[in-house]
């Protein structure tokens, strides 16, 4: 089984289910090029109609036979994963739909803890994908209250502060990036977009296959000149057989320094044991990060 | 599918053991009797050279008429331990350039 944690929603599915496509807020899994499952959510505050929502999706699908289902009417398994579901807090209503070709499995969820509001739906061609269907939604998990928050996704697993946000990703062959921003208040986080006004940038990345990147070359070296940003040269990098690190003031000058607009930087590269990757941590911004934090950070950041 | 070299592609290999592979360019009839008329051309194949470098090096090696496209990718990731899925877009990727360039048919 494989768990993909994504912007504080989890979920665990058999090992040949992969995304086909990731958003910052839900993500589509695909068996052999196949769609098997849907994932969205957002954040609501205050009440849910589920009603209301679900609704919306009938309207929204015309010419798909789509229905909002009380849990004696779907599979006996299904009803069984929603009630385990539901003693953990959350809210879910299923629906069913079909069309000449497909079925489908879904539920419409909500956490009143978090706020979180979420739907997903399963693509059902057997009878053993209800099975399968149940089990999965049975795992889902709402990780968004707590007060780190974990990621799984392509392989790598992390953990960071909730205060930090998912800010953008790619995940292109080779190079994986994830950024997340924390706004140096909730009350800025609200007002500005992510990465603007004062504020901390960190970036979660993977290089591969190290093998060939560093090939006559050292750590350091490689990331100075490959690194993006490169580590300012201001700042010392530190070598040891555990990686490299890097923390310091990038940008100083008395008026930034008045101005409290320094900019802290702090970074971690090491080369994996296994995977043949090279992993990068940095943060960067005029809010420091703590080194402990930062190194929980790091630590945290391994393949899964 | 299975990948196929064109036997018109000299391959040699330099120090590094990198291989650097020469092709024949595909001119489109009427570039060509364009630039025969203009004098620009004397009919004799056009070469282009291509320099590989390590991965493509090995990618390359593994087109031996018998591996599919999804086989080279399962021997890229058993090699660079890369994941599947991105072993199967580096090695699509590779394989879709140099079959535009006639280097390689698929079978």
């Not at chain 1, 994504?6 to 086909?20: I, K, M, Q, R």
């Not at chain 1, 502060?161 to 790619?170: I, N, Q």
């Not at chain 1, 706004?183 to 500005?192: E, I, T």
Request: overall charge neutral.
């Amino acid at each position: 089984m494989v768990e993909y944690i994504w912007n504080g929603v989890g979920l665990t599915t058999p090992d040949a289910w992969e995304p086909s496509a990731l958003e910052r807020d839900g993500f589509l899994l695909e068996d052999q090029g196949q769609p098997v499952c849907e994932l969205k959510w957002s954040t609501v505050q205050g009440s849910f109609n589920f009603k209301k929502h679900i609704k919306r999706l009938v309207k929204e699908h015309k010419g798909v036979d789509m229905q909002g289902v009380s849990e004696a009417e779907t599979p006996n398994v299904w009803a069984k994963a929603v009630a385990r579901l539901s003693e953990s807090g959350i809210i879910l209503h299923s629906f069913v739909w079909k069309t000449q070709v497909h079925r489908g499995l879904g539920a419409v969820m909500h956490n009143p803890a978090t706020g979180l509001a979420a739907l997903v739906q399963f693509f059902i061609t057997s009878p053993a994908d209800e099975v399968v269907a149940a089990e999965t939604l049975s795992t889902l998990r709402d990780y968004s209250g707590g007060k780190s928050v974990p990621w799984a996704m392509f392989g790598l697993s992390g953990r960071l502060p909730a205060a930090f946000k998912l800010e953008t990703f790619s995940f292109r062959p080779g190079h994986y990036t994830i950024k997340f921003w924390r706004a140096k208040s909730a009350k800025q986080a609200g007002k500005l977009p992510a990465g603007k006004g004062p504020g901390t940038s960190l970036v979660f990345q993977r290089f591969a296959p190290a093998s060939v990147l560093l090939k006559g070359t050292e750590l350091d070296q490689w990331l100075r000149d490959m690194l993006d940003p490169t580590p300012h040269e201001s700042v010392p990098m530190e070598s040891s057989e555990a990686g490299v690190a890097w923390a310091g003031i990038a940008t100083k000058s008395m008026l930034r320094s008045l101005l409290r607009r320094e900019v802290h930087v702090k970074g971690q590269a090491w080369r994996t044991d296994t995977g043949n990757a090279i992993l990068v941590v940095t943060a960067t911004g005029n809010i420091p990060v703590t080194g402990e934090a930062f190194n929980d950070m790091c630590e945290s950041y391994e393949f899964v | 599918m299975v990948p196929v070299r064109n036997t018109k592609v000299v391959e040699s290999v330099d120090d590094d053991d990198l291989i650097q592979l020469a092709y024949p360019l595909a001119i489109k009839p009427w570039f060509g009797s364009l630039a025969e008329k203009v004098g620009l051309w004397d009919k004799r194949p056009m070469i282009k050279h291509l320099e590989l470098d390590e991965m493509g090096t090995f990618v390359w090696r593994a087109i031996n008429g018998e591996n599919s496209v999804r086989q080279i990718a399962a021997i890229f990731v058993a090699h660079y331990e890369v994941q599947p899925r991105e072993a199967e877009l580096s090695v699509t990727a590779f394989i879709k350039t140099i079959g535009q360039r006639g280097m390689i048919g698929l079978k």
